[in-house]
T-cell receptor, first 112, second 115 residues
């Protein structure tokens, strides 16, 4: 079963625009991570936000976490054609183990 | 850093055959994960190991699936006998887990096609 659900499922924007993807999850977490996957490749880690953090930045990426709403958002500013990929949120479940469960992903297409 | 290495990259086999997927994690990583990705079900966690010991195999779909980690630098995922519904991309990932979590490093996957 999937822990996280991304919204939207697909997003198409023009180069230079911002892209926002949302993730909702169901159970208590230790942290939430965002990954990127280019076609035919493995997932690449982008950013991790811990359960006691509310916002984190990395370059053109901004991630927020609202544990009261069990939701997170990933903002990519000034998007580029090279940002075209699928983006996944993943949660480390707070069960004493280190199970990392992925959502269904958002497919982002950035038009040049 | 060579990253997580998976082999083969592509595997085509006939229903009923045995399939073995291989993974070499990043040196020093003490967690290893096997995931399966399909369009219908997304990324599913099959099993994960800590220090070569299987910790949670609740995601393994059936007894036809088995995974081993004989040492810190090698793991296998075996399907016997294979079925067409096993067709998917299988990913291996490794990590070194500290408090607060740490990222998974993925291999490029094995695309399995069972005809």
């Amino acid at each position: 079963s999937q822990q996280g659900e991304e919204d939207p499922q697909a997003l198409s924007i023009q180069e230079g625009e911002n892209a926002t993807m949302n993730c909702s999850y169901k159970t208590s977490i230790n942290n939430l991570q965002w990954y990127r996957q280019n076609s035919g490749r493995g997932l690449v880690h982008l950013i991790l936000i811990r359960s006691n953090e509310r916002e984190k930045h990395s370059g053109r990426l901004r991630v927020t976490l609202d544990t009261s709403k069990k939701s997170s958002s990933l903002l990519i500013t000034a998007s580029r054609a090279a940002d075209t990929a699928s983006y996944f949120c993943a949660t480390d479940l707070n069960t004493g183990g280190f199970k990392t469960i992925f959502g269904a992903g958002t497919r982002l297409f950035v038009k040049a | 850093d060579a990253g997580v290495i998976q082999s083969p990259r592509h595997e085509v086999t006939e229903m009923g055959q045995e399939v073995t997927l291989r993974c070499k994690p990043i040196s020093g990583h003490d967690y290893l994960f096997w995931y399966r990705q399909t369009m219908m079900r997304g990324l599913e966690l099959l099993i994960y190991f800590n220090n070569n010991v299987p910790i949670d195999d609740s995601g393994m779909p059936e007894d036809r699936f088995s995974a081993k980690m004989p040492n810190a630098s090698f793991s296998t995922l075996k399907i016997q006998p294979s079925e067409p519904r096993d067709s998917a991309v299988y990913f291996c990932a490794s990590s070194t887990r500290g408090r607060g979590g740490s990222p998974l490093h993925f291999g490029n996957g094995t695309r399995l096609t069972v005809t």
